[in-house]
Nanobody, 115 residues
């Protein structure tokens, strides 16, 4: 059974930083491209960062230069380091495969950027 568990969100001031973590189980994590998605209130989820099993990364233009995705295949865990956060980064953040693993989604972690 696939499980995705995100953590690390919270309330942060503009310009601040957060580090999100996601632990996956039920799949051979190391062979799958993984990603971080976010969902704004009332909108569909969008992919903001992805990383292949070998470590090649891609970012949406809106986060490029501010966010860094990484993974630890031995721990089946991926991370999203978010720096210079902006109010428009406020969303629920999810991890999943790229493309997503069917309908398997975790509970997400709320990131709120506000003064």
């Amino acid at each position: 059974q696939v499980q995705l568990v995100e953590s690390g969100g919270g309330l942060v001031q503009p310009g601040g930083s957060l580090r999100l973590s996601c632990t996956a189980s039920g799949r051979i994590f190391s062979i799958y491209p993984m990603g971080w998605y976010r969902q704004f209130l009332g909108k569909q989820r969008e992919l903001v960062a992805s990383i292949t099993g070998g470590g090649t990364t891609n970012y949406a233009d809106s986060v490029k230069g501010r966010f860094t995705i990484s993974r630890d295949n031995a721990k089946s865990t991926q991370y999203l380091q978010m720096n210079r956060l902006k109010p428009e980064d406020t969303a629920v953040y999810y991890c999943n495969g790229v493309p997503p693993w069917g309908d398997y989604w975790g509970q997400g972690t709320q990131v709120t950027v506000s003064s």
